[in-house]
């Protein structure tokens, strides 16, 4: 990696390995979760505290390492179009797993 200065901050440089890793990660993460969002949006949690309990601990627990993973990612310039591997803004993801348990029989 190689440093450059970038409107005020640092940028990193990323080698080949480091591109191919990170692109790698998010393209895993983000079929997982479109996968895992299929299935939980379409899960019923009768139990309105059960149901609240779950969908904080999953919000807070997902949210936190992508947005820490994100964080460092957006530090690295590993594509020219970081929207294609980039799919979930922190606010869409936010929303998605509001769906979560809410499916109605």
Known sequence: ???????????????????????????????????QYGRQKMWCIPDSVLRSQLKEQNSKLILEAYSAFLDRAR??????????????????MTSMLADFFEHSP
């Open 75 to 92: 530090q690295v310039r590993f594509s020219r179009n970081r929207s294609k591997h980039i799919k979930f803004s922190i606010e869409v």
């Open 1 to 35: 990696l190689t440093v450059n200065e970038e409107q005020g901050e640092q940028i990193l440089e990323a080698d080949t390995w480091a591109k191919t890793a990170i692109k790698k990660k998010l393209k895993e993460f983000n079929h997982q979760f479109g996968k």
